[in-house]
C-alpha cells in the first residue's frame, strides 16, 4: 500500500491521485485543501488544516502529523479526560510511530488500570418469553401476544452481567481501533489483549453522534477515563464511509476540538469553578448579538453567575483566515463582549497564531485582550502558562463585576 505522509499547515510536494481516491479524500477529511498542480493531470498538492490522523483508502494510505509532538496531543487529551490524575494517564509509547498508534497505545493503557479490580458487572434490563416467572409479568404483552394464555410468561427482569453500557462503549471503541491499519505490530498487540477479556460484552456499533453518557458513581468511577476516551474514539475520531465500490476508512482527531477542552478544563481547574459556572459553551443558555434574537452566539469561554455573565472569552488553535477580513477573530471576541455587556474579552491562541496584546476598541469602550499558550513546551510548563491565563480570566472577571456595579441603576 503506497503511503503519504503530511503535516499540519504544511504544502506537500506533487502526489499523484486517482479520481477515486481524491473524491474519497475530499469526503473524508473535508478540511484537507487538494490543489491540481499546474500542466499535469492526476497530480495534485495537499494540505492539510487542524485535522491530523490517518485515512485508508484504495490502496493508499495518509497519514497526517500534527505540528506539535505526538506526546504532547496526548497530554492535552489525557488532561481533558481526568484533570486530577492526569499524570497517571501518560504513557510511554517509543514504539508507536503515529498519533493514531500513541492513542491506540494510550487507551491499551487505561483499559489496563479499567480492569485491574476485574470487569465492571450491573443489573440490566431484560425482556423475555419463560416457562416460569421471573421478575415482572408484562400483562400488556402476555395479552397481546399469548391471548393472556400461559406458558411462556412474558416477563421483565433485571440481570446481573458483564454485558452493561460501560463495558458496550468499550469493546466498541476497541473494535474500531482493531480495524485501523498500524504500522508496527506493538499496537496491535496491546489491543488483542482484552479479546477474551470482553468476550462475553455485546459488540454494538454505534452512531458517531449517538454514543451513550455514562452516569459515574462509586462504583464506575475508575473507569471513567477509559471510557471518556472510548466515547472520544467513537464519536470524533473514527470514521467509515463507502465510496462507490471503495471502502475507506479514517481516524481523524481535530486539533481545534482538543485545544478548546484542553483550555476549557485546565482553566476551570485553575479557578476552582464548577461546570455550570464555567461551561463549555453555554450549557443551555442563549446569547444573541441582535434584538430580534436571530444572530445567535456560542462563546467557548464564559462565566457566569446566576443569569448573569461575568467573563467572555474564545479559544483559537489555528487564526481564522476569512477572505477580505483581516482580523476575524477579533471581531468574533467583540461581538461577545457586545451580547454579553462587558467592557472586556479574552482571546486565546495556540502560540504562533497571534502576538500578546490588548485592543481598546474606539467608540464603543471595549478592551479586547490577547493571549497565547506555547504547546511545545513540557505539560508542566503548558499548566503553568495556563495559571497565567486563569488569573487574567479572574481579574477580567473582577474588572466586568465592578463595571457592572457602576453602572446606571445597578444600585
Known amino acids: 500500500m503506497r503511503e503519504i505522509k503530511l503535516r499540519e499547515f504544511q504544502q506537500s510536494g506533487p502526489v499523484e491521485l486517482t479520481v477515486t481516491q481524491r473524491d474519497a479524500l475530499v469526503e473524508l477529511i473535508p478540511t484537507l485543501l487538494i490543489r491540481p498542480v499546474k500542466g499535469s493531470s492526476g497530480t495534485f498538492t495537499l494540505v492539510p488544516q487542524s485535522t491530523v490522523g490517518a485515512v485508508v483508502v484504495d490502496g493508499l494510505a495518509v497519514v497526517i502529523e500534527p505540528k506539535i509532538p505526538i506526546d504532547r496531543v496526548l497530554f492535552l487529551i489525557s488532561y481533558c479526560l481526568d484533570p486530577k490524575n492526569w499524570k497517571k494517564s501518560t504513557f510511554q509509547f517509543d514504539e508507536a510511530e503515529s498519533l493514531v498508534e500513541?492513542?491506540?497505545?494510550?487507551?491499551?493503557?487505561?483499559?489496563?488500570?479499567?480492569f485491574h479490580r476485574g470487569l465492571l458487572q450491573g443489573y440490566r434490563s431484560e425482556e423475555d418469553s419463560l416457562a416460569t416467572v421471573r421478575g415482572r409479568i408484562r400483562f400488556d404483552e402476555q395479552l397481546r401476544r399469548r391471548n393472556g394464555i400461559a406458558p411462556p410468561v412474558e416477563?421483565?427482569?433485571?440481570?446481573?452481567?458483564?454485558?452493561?453500557?460501560?463495558?458496550?462503549?468499550?469493546?466498541?471503541?476497541?473494535?474500531?481501533?482493531?480495524?485501523?491499519r498500524f504500522r508496527s505490530e506493538f499496537a496491535s498487540r496491546r489491543l488483542r489483549r482484552f479479546d477474551q477479556t470482553l468476550a462475553n460484552v455485546s459488540l454494538v456499533q454505534y452512531p458517531i453522534r449517538s454514543v451513550p453518557e455514562v452516569q459515574y458513581t462509586r462504583l464506575n468511577e475508575h473507569y471513567r477515563p477509559a471510557i471518556e476516551l472510548a466515547r472520544l474514539i467513537l464519536?470524533?475520531?473514527?470514521?467509515?464511509?463507502?465510496?462507490?465500490?471503495?471502502?475507506?476508512?479514517?481516524?481523524?482527531?481535530?486539533?481545534?476540538?482538543?485545544?478548546?477542552?484542553?483550555?476549557?478544563?485546565?482553566?476551570?481547574?485553575?479557578?476552582?469553578?464548577?461546570?455550570?459556572?464555567?461551561?463549555?459553551?453555554?450549557?443551555?443558555?442563549?446569547?444573541?448579538?441582535?434584538?430580534?434574537?436571530?444572530?445567535?452566539?456560542?462563546?467557548?469561554?464564559?462565566?457566569?453567575?446566576?443569569?448573569?455573565?461575568?467573563?467572555?472569552g474564545d479559544v483559537k488553535y489555528k487564526a481564522v483566515n476569512v477572505a477580505g477580513i483581516k482580523h476575524p477573530d477579533l471581531y468574533q471576541l467583540l461581538a461577545y463582549t457586545v451580547a454579553t455587556k462587558l467592557p472586556t474579552g479574552l482571546l486565546i491562541y495556540a502560540s504562533g497564531e497571534g502576538e500578546p496584546a490588548r485592543h481598546v476598541v474606539t467608540n464603543v469602550g471595549k478592551n479586547l485582550e490577547v493571549m497565547s499558550v506555547n504547546l511545545h513546551g513540557t505539560p508542566s510548563d503548558i499548566l503553568s502558562q495556563m495559571q497565567v491565563v486563569a488569573d487574567v480570566v479572574s481579574a477580567q472577571n473582577w474588572s466586568n463585576k465592578a463595571a457592572a456595579r457602576d453602572l446606571p441603576g445597578s444600585r
Open 102 to 114: 500513541a492513542v491506540a497505545v494510550s487507551f491499551a493503557a487505561l483499559l489496563e488500570r479499567a
Open 155 to 180: 416477563v421483565v427482569f433485571d440481570e446481573f452481567t458483564e454485558d452493561i453500557t460501560e463495558n458496550r462503549i468499550l469493546k466498541a471503541a476497541l473494535n474500531r481501533l482493531r480495524h485501523l
Open 235 to 312: 464519536s470524533w475520531f473514527s470514521l467509515e464511509l463507502k465510496h462507490g465500490e471503495s471502502r475507506g476508512s479514517a481516524f481523524l482527531v481535530d486539533m481545534n476540538v482538543v485545544f478548546e477542552r484542553f483550555v476549557h478544563t485546565a482553566l476551570r481547574e485553575a479557578l476552582g469553578l464548577s461546570e455550570r459556572q464555567f461551561p463549555l459553551g453555554l450549557n443551555g443558555r442563549d446569547l444573541h448579538l441582535d434584538c430580534a434574537m436571530r444572530v445567535e452566539l456560542l462563546p467557548d469561554l464564559s462565566w457566569w453567575s446566576g443569569g448573569r455573565c461575568e467573563f467572555v
